[in-house]
């Protein structure tokens, strides 16, 4: 079975400073994984997937996540934070459905 | 990117009564449809995979008779939630892939709905 774990329920960053928000991943097969944001009352925005290939991907808004394949993770991460960027970040695997993680809250001070 | 429309977006119902919640690719074909409740707080809860043309699969625990799914279109699916109580409050959110994209394409979600019951 095929899940993803979240292991940060909050992250808190300063503006201008890197953050990462933390995501590792179980599954039998190859691992197609993605990132999504959550504005409070909003539905989801897809940020950036892993298929196959380069392990760093680029996403939208400037974040990026890794792939680790020894480590079995997929961290989001973004080199200078923005306030904007406060919200809810949702880890997912695919296969035939999309199952998600938790949720991190991320919290970009001022 | 793809749009996904969801609506209403906010509706509030008398405990007893019936409510219809759509889902529709705005410009593209959707064979399949994901239907979400999310609690406060909470991670998304995969509720049925709606496909076009057949019964909706429903996840371990969720009551179809309770939340009935319709998808009789490629761009049209439909959540009904039937005697709807307080406890069906929640946040409900729709989702669809590009058709022959599997499962390497991304999900396009609505806004989704917020059902309160009173």
């Known amino acids: 079975a095929q899940s993803v774990a979240q292991p940060e329920d909050q992250v808190n960053v300063a503006e201008g400073n890197p953050l990462t928000v933390k995501c590792t991943y179980s599954?039998?097969?190859?691992?197609?994984l993605f990132w999504y944001v959550q504005y409070p009352n909003r539905g989801l925005q897809f940020l950036l997937k892993?298929?196959?290939?380069?392990?760093l991907v680029k996403g939208s808004y400037g974040f990026e996540a890794e792939f680790n394949k020894s480590q079995t993770s997929f961290h989001l991460k973004k080199p200078s934070a923005l306030v904007s960027d406060s919200a809810l970040y949702f880890c997912?695997?695919?296969?035939?459905?999309?199952?998600f993680g938790t949720g991190t809250r991320l919290q970009v001070f001022p | 990117g793809a749009v996904v429309s969801q609506h209403p977006s906010r509706v509030i119902c008398k405990s007893g009564t019936s409510v219809k919640i759509e889902c529709r690719s705005l410009?593209?074909?959707?064979?399949?449809m994901f239907w979400y409740r999310q609690f406060p707080k909470q991670s998304l809860m995969l509720m049925a995979t709606?496909?076009?043309?057949?019964?909706?699969?429903?996840e371990q625990g969720v009551e179809k008779d309770k939340f009935l799914i319709n998808h009789a279109s490629l761009t049209l699916s439909t959540l009904t939630v039937t005697s709807a109580h307080p406890e069906d409050s929640s946040f409900y959110i729709c989702?669809?892939?590009?058709?022959?994209?599997?499962?390497?394409?991304?999900?396009?979600f609505g806004e989704g709905s917020r059902l309160t019951v009173l």
């Open positions: 997912a695997v695919r296969g035939d459905k999309l199952i």
């Open positions: 709606s496909n076009e043309g057949s019964k909706a699969t429903y």
């Open positions: 989702s669809a892939s590009v058709s022959g994209t599997s499962y390497t394409g991304e999900l396009f």
């Open positions: 599954v039998s097969g190859n691992p197609y």
């Open positions: 410009d593209f074909q959707a064979t399949t």
């Open positions: 892993y298929i196959t290939g380069d392990n």
